[in-house]
């Protein structure tokens, strides 16, 4: 496995000069900042297919709401002229 380090191993934080750190803390703030871009592409394009997959779902829905709804219809419609005959 890598190791993500970017100071030398030993007692570098406490003999470093204040400047050496600065640069050391720059390098976190800019690997930093590249991996919230990174973030936040990945999670935009991600959002974009969760969408896409919301919307086909919602289509498949409406589809099947309207075949059940015809199927319904077109049962109660059928037992409707029996339903006269009997209670007349």
Known sequence: MSNYRSRPKGNYIQEASWQELYM??????????EIRELYESIFRAEHELFEDEVVEFLRKL???RYAVFNA??????????KYI???N
Request: glycine fraction near 4%; charged fraction near 40%; proline fraction near 4%.
């Open 72 to 81: 319904a219809k077109d049962v109660l419609e059928s037992e409707k002229p």
């Open 62 to 64: 409406k589809k099947v």
């Open 24 to 33: 050391l803390t720059k390098c976190w703030k800019n690997g930093l900042d």
């Open 85 to 87: 005959w009997k209670y």
